[in-house]
């Protein structure tokens, strides 16, 4: 298990940038798989991107491909969402999440751990 917590959410203009971080506690940080979700209200929680293990693979999705990058530090126990060219679509809580197994997948219920998340709103 592993305990999360995400920072770095906060108002900012279309255009705009932000990057979130997420603090990791527990020895098998490394051995984890991570991603970014977020959630609109009234909306589904959704995938945005996601790192294995080694920070050589990263997937995104297709509304923030070429937008946004995620990476991680394992001697550090974080991973970054550096977001840049926000749009107001974009406003969501975003969340970190662990997964125990293997591959990152785009699927939440595959996950097994979460932070509380953090508010990004962007205004038009």
């Known amino acids: 298990q592993v305990q999360l917590k995400e920072s770095g959410g906060r108002l900012v203009q279309a255009g705009g940038s932000l990057r979130l971080s997420c603090a990791a506690s527990?020895?098998?940080?490394?051995?984890?798989?991570m991603a970014w979700f977020r959630q609109a209200p009234g909306k589904e929680r959704e995938f945005v991107a996601g790192i294995g293990q080694s920070g050589g693979s990263t997937y995104y999705s297709d509304s923030v491909k070429g937008r946004f990058t995620i990476s991680r530090d394992n001697a550090e126990s974080t991973i970054l969402l550096q977001m840049n060219s926000l749009k107001p679509e974009d406003t969501a809580v975003y969340y970190c999440a662990a997964r125990r197994f293997y591959l990152v997948t785009d699927d939440p219920l595959d996950y097994h751990d979460w932070g509380q998340g953090t508010q990004v709103t962007v205004s038009s």
């Open positions: 527990g020895r098998t940080f490394s051995t984890m798989p």
